[in-house]
């Protein structure tokens, strides 16, 4: 089975979601399904260290890719996701080039990049050698979200950095940012239109959120591959209304 990182640069579709929820329990269900990846959301919900430790663990239990969106892009939060053993992280209000570059270094090792430790999680707890885990670290995945008007001012600058492997259209913020109230607005598509072509000229993969489904044929058409669409929240909250309508129409006819 290809990993994350070779799925996001084939530009094949993956399917994903958030989850909201700090509890462990809720990562090893979600774990069990047929999602191709879980994204902890670090960034909106309250996640501490120990929570996504136990989380990621959680979701190895089952052998599914787990990225983290972290709360900020400081060295330390970086390495910590990944320490843990997460698949990736998805770093929001990436701006310029300049600061992805500084994001992609400091997610793998070499001079003034990732610290390295050899007693982590990801280093097997000593049991990996220095050469093996130098090897593995090639895997993480780097997602830079783009939801900022700055972005949109440098992305063709933005979507040339090598090294990050999916470009992740906050659209929402994006929505906000260029003053709209509706994501589907003209103004916030054109938007999104102009990341992607950056995109496609340069090679890298997109990603996207969206609300409406029937919106994934037009944005698959223009070279998205990373969806991650809904969280634990909204499924707890459709499942819940799905019954209550089920059951009303049992009870009451």
Not at 144 to 162: F, N, R, T
Request: net charge negative; aromatic share 6%.
């Amino acid at each position: 089975m290809q990993r994350l990182k070779q799925r996001l640069q084939s530009g094949e579709p993956v399917l994903g979601t958030f989850l909201k929820t700090p509890h462990y329990h809720v990562a090893e269900v979600m774990s069990r399904t047929p999602l191709d990846v879980l994204c902890l959301d670090a960034e909106h919900a309250p996640y501490n260290r120990s929570d996504l430790d136990a989380n990621v663990l959680a979701c190895h239990a089952n052998q599914k890719p787990v990225l983290i969106r972290v709360a900020d892009a400081e060295n330390a939060t970086l390495l910590n996701a990944l320490d843990i053993g997460a698949d990736g992280v998805v770093v929001p209000h990436v701006k310029s080039a300049g600061q992805l570059e500084r994001i992609i270094k400091a997610c793998f090792y070499g001079d003034q990049g990732r610290g390295y430790a050899g007693s982590t999680r990801f280093a097997g707890y000593t049991t990996h050698t220095l050469p093996d885990n130098l090897e593995a670290s090639k895997e993480a995945v780097v997602i830079a979200q783009i939801e900022d008007i700055d972005a949109l001012e440098s992305i063709d600058d933005i979507a040339g950095v090598e090294g990050c492997d999916c470009l992740f259209i906050g659209r929402m913020d994006l929505t906000v940012a260029l003053g709209e109230t509706d994501a589907k607005a003209a103004r916030v598509v054109d938007a999104v239109e102009v990341i992607l072509k950056s995109a496609r000229r340069h090679g890298r993969s997109t990603g996207i959120f969206v609300a409406d489904l029937d919106e994934i044929p037009h944005w698959r058409k223009l070279g998205v591959s990373l969806f991650l669409l809904s969280s634990d929240h909204s499924f707890m909250l459709s499942g819940a209304t799905a019954l209550r309508k089920q059951f009303d129409q049992k009870t009451i006819g």
